[in-house]
C-alpha cells in the first residue's frame, strides 16, 4: 500500500512553515516514506495525492482557541464548508472530492493533522519557539498515529 | 490530541474583512475591504546575494510563484545589464506562457466560473468546481484535468518543477531544450489551443446566450470607468513576458509608455489608515480617493486592462476572439468588471497559442542559453504581466550583489483600490434603507473574485480558504449585521 506524506505551508512565513517542518522531521526518521512539500493548496494537491492509496496531510492552522504546537487530527468533512464560495482556491474536502467525481484514483484513508500556530505573517525561516519545539514531539505522534 | 471541527469563521482573526458603514437613512456610506499584510519581506531579503531572488520570491505566494521568478529573472538582467541570449528569451517566455494559460485555465473552472456557469443565484453549496462538472459534464472536467497535466509538465520540463521553478539566471537559463521535449511542448501546446476553443465556446454556450448573465455582465453594479495598465510589444499587441507597460485613460486614449525603469515616475502608493494595503495610482493623474474617471489616477490592471490597454493580440484566435467581445460589449475600453471572466479565457487562448508558436521556433533547441555576466551591479528592475496584473521587482545591491533594498509592486496592490470600490459599489447598490439582503455576501465576492486578487498568502493553512467577514455598522458606529461564508 502506498502511502504519501503531504507537508503544505510556506516555509519562509515563520509557523506556516510548520507542517513542512514535520514531515522532513518524517523523512529523517523514516527514509523510504514517500514525502512531498508543497506551498500549494485546493485542486493543485490532486496532481499528488491521485494515485496513492493512503494520504497524511500535516499543515498550520490558526484557530486562536488552543496553545501554539497543539496536534488536532481532522477528517476531510471537517475542513468542508457549508458556504464554498472563496477568493481564491478551494479547500481539501472540496479538491479531493472533485478529484472523485472526475475519475482519479483517491486515496482509500486521509489523515490531516493540523498544528495550532501563533505567527503566519513575518516572513522568516524558522517557526516561533514554542511551535519549533514541539516539531519532534508531533512528529512521533504522527508516526505512531499513523503507524509509520 | 483533541479532536475538532473547523468552523469556517475560526480563522478570520486579521483575514478578509469587509466593513460596511451606513448613514442615518440606513444606506451605505463607506464600505472598505481589509486583507491581511505579509510583513518583513524586504528585511528578509537584505543582505542575501541578489541571484538567490529569483527562488526566495517564489515562495511569497503559492499561486504565482512563477510569475514572481520571471520578474525577479528579469530583474537581474537588468542589476548586472545583461540581455539573454535570444534562445533563452524564447524559453522563457514560452515557459511564461505555459504558466499563463494553466493559471488563467484553472480560474476560470474552479475559482471564478461557477458563478457563471452554476449561476449566481445557484445554491452556495453547489456554486463550486464540483458543480461545474455536473453542468459542463463529465468530458469538459476530464478535459481541465488533461490540459492543466500538460501545461504543468511544460513548466516541470523547463523550471524543473510545475510550481517554484528554478531555471532563471542573469542573462538567461539553466538549461536549454532537447528535441523530444520540443515534442511534447508542441503536443501540449496544442492541446492548449484547442481546450482554450473549447472553454471560450463553453462561455459563449453559457454566459454570452444567457440575457439574464448578459446584463449582471453589463450592469452598472460592477462598472468602473478606470486607467488601465499592461505590457504591450513594439505594436501595442497584449506580451506577457516583455515590452513596454502602457496606460490608457478611461477613453481609450493612450495616456502613458514607459519601461520597467521608469515605474517610480509613473506609479504611486497611497496609504489608508485603516490598511496595511498600499494603492497603487498614476502619479501624473494624482490620488484624489476611491473615485473612478479620468480625474482619478486610479487605474487597473489584469485581464481586462491588458485587453484595453493594448490595441490587439498578437497571435490570429486570440486576435478573433478580442474583437468578438469589443463587439458584443459595445467598443473599448470596456469598464464592466465581469467582463475579466471573458478577457481571461481570450488570454489563456492567446498564451496557448503563442506556446504553439514558440514550440516550433527553430532556435528553441539552441545550446546557447546563457550570456554571463560581467558588469558590477547596483539597481534593476524586472517586469511581467502575472496572471493578474502588472507585477514589478526593483532590488539595489553594492558592488557584490548583496542586496541592499527591494521593493516589488505586486499585482493586487495595483487593483486594490479598484478591488475596494468594486465591493464598495455593490455594498451601495444592495444595501437600501438598512435592508442587508442574504445573498449581498456572494455578490461582493463576485465583485473582487473577478479581479482574481491573489490573498493566497493567507491560504496557505488550514482549511485552505480565505474566510470572509462581512460586518454593517449603523450611522452610530454600532454592529448591526455580521454575515460570514455561512452567515
Keep these: 500500500m502506498s502511502t504519501l506524506v503531504l507537508g503544505l505551508g510556506n516555509p519562509i512565513l515563520t509557523d506556516d512553515g510548520v507542517g513542512i517542518s514535520i514531515a522532513r522531521k518524517l523523512k529523517e526518521e523514516k527514509p523510504e516514506l514517500e514525502v512531498v512539500e508543497t506551498s500549494e493548496s485546493g485542486i493543485a494537491l490532486l496532481d499528488y495525492v491521485a494515485g496513492c492509496d493512503k494520504l497524511i496531510i500535516i499543515d498550520a492552522i490558526k484557530t486562536g482557541k488552543g496553545k501554539p504546537g497543539e496536534l488536532y487530527k481532522l477528517a476531510p468533512e471537517d475542513l468542508k464548508p457549508a458556504h464554498t464560495s472563496t477568493t481564491h482556491g478551494i479547500d481539501i474536502a472540496t479538491a479531493l472530492e472533485a478529484g472523485e467525481a472526475l475519475g482519479c484514483i483517491m486515496p482509500r484513508s486521509v489523515s490531516i493533522y493540523a498544528v495550532e500556530i501563533r505567527e503566519d505573517t513575518t516572513f522568516r525561516e524558522h517557526c516561533t519557539r514554542e511551535v519549533e519545539e514541539r516539531i519532534p514531539f508531533i512528529a512521533r505522534r504522527i508516526m505512531e498515529e499513523e503507524k509509520l | 490530541m483533541r479532536k475538532i471541527t473547523i468552523d469556517p469563521i475560526t480563522r478570520l482573526e486579521g483575514h478578509g474583512k469587509i466593513e460596511i458603514f451606513l448613514n442615518d437613512e440606513g444606506n451605505c456610506e463607506r464600505a472598505y475591504l481589509q486583507i491581511p499584510e505579509l510583513r518583513g519581506f524586504e528585511k528578509f531579503c537584505e543582505g542575501r546575494p541578489a541571484e538567490e531572488m529569483p527562488r526566495i520570491t517564489t515562495m511569497i505566494c ?192 493612450e495616456f502613458a509608455r514607459f519601461k520597467a525603469r521608469q515605474y517610480l515616475d509613473h506609479i504611486r502608493e497611497h496609504v489608508e489608515p485603516w490598511t496595511y494595503v498600499r494603492f497603487s495610482y498614476l502619479k501624473n493623474v494624482g490620488w484624489k480617493g476611491f473615485v473612478d474617471g479620468e480625474g482619478s489616477g486610479v487605474f487597473r490592471v489584469a485581464p481586462l486592462a491588458r485587453l484595453n490597454a493594448a490595441e490587439g493580440m498578437a497571435t490570429p484566435l486570440a486576435q478573433e476572439a478580442y474583437e468578438k467581445m469589443y463587439e458584443v460589449l459595445g467598443g473599448k475600453p470596456v469598464h464592466n468588471t465581469l467582463a475579466f471572466h471573458w478577457a481571461r479565457l481570450i488570454e489563456a487562448l492567446y498564451a496557448s497559442e503563442r506556446l504553439s508558436e514558440l514550440a516550433r521556433d527553430p532556435e528553441l533547441t539552441s545550446p546557447e542559453v546563457r550570456n554571463i555576466p560581467t ?113
Design chain 2, 62 to 253: 503559492g499561486v504565482c510563484p512563477t510569475a514572481h521568478h520571471m520578474a525577479s529573472t528579469k530583474a537581474l538582467d537588468d542589476l548586472w545589464k545583461v540581455e539573454p541570449t535570444p534562445a533563452a528569451k524564447k524559453i522563457r517566455e514560452l515557459m511564461y506562457n505555459a504558466f499563463q494559460a494553466e493559471d488563467h485555465i484553472l480560474h476560470f473552472f474552479f475559482l471564478g466560473g461557477p458563478d457563471f456557469v452554476v449561476g449566481p443565484r445557484a445554491p452556495a453549496g453547489e456554486r463550486n468546481v464540483l458543480g461545474v462538472i455536473a453542468r459542463a459534464g463529465m468530458e469538459a472536467g476530464g478535459k481541465v484535468i488533461e490540459v492543466r497535466k500538460r501545461l504543468r509538465n511544460v513548466l516541470r520540463l523547463i523550471g524543473g518543477k510545475p510550481v517554484m521553478p528554478s531555471c532563471g539566471l542573469p542573462g538567461g537559463v539553466s538549461k536549454g531544450i532537447s528535441e523530444e521535449e520540443r515534442q511534447t511542448i508542441i503536443e501540449a501546446a496544442d492541446y492548449a489551443v484547442e481546450f482554450s476553443r473549447f472553454a471560450l465556446g463553453l462561455f459563449d454556450a453559457i454566459v454570452l446566450r444567457n440575457k439574464k448573465y448578459v446584463d449582471l455582465v453589463t450592469g452598472e453594479v460592477y462598472k468602473h470607468r478606470t486607467y488601465y495598465m499592461g505590457l504591450v510589444d513594439e505594436n501595442n499587441r497584449v506580451n506577457f513576458y516583455d515590452g513596454d507597460i502602457r496606460v490608457v485613460d478611461p477613453k481609450g486614449k
Design chain 2, 375 to 487: 558588469q558590477v551591479p547596483r539597481e534593476g528592475v524586472g517586469v511581467v504581466e502575472a496572471p493578474r496584473g502588472t507585477l514589478i521587482h526593483h532590488y539595489q545591491t553594492d558592488e557584490r550583489g548583496i542586496l541592499t533594498g527591494v521593493n516589488l509592486v505586486v499585482a493586487t496592490q495595483n487593483n486594490a483600490a479598484a478591488i475596494c470600490m468594486s465591493v464598495e459599489k455593490a455594498a451601495r447598490s444592495l444595501i437600501k434603507k438598512g435592508k442587508v439582503p442574504a445573498g449581498i455576501l456572494n455578490m461582493i465576492e463576485m465583485a473582487f473574485r473577478a479581479y482574481d486578487p491573489c490573498h493566497a498568502c493567507a491560504t496557505h493553512s488550514l482549511p485552505g480558504r480565505m474566510p470572509l467577514e462581512v460586518n454593517v455598522y449603523d450611522a452610530e458606529k454600532r454592529l448591526v449585521k455580521r454575515l460570514t461564508r455561512d452567515g
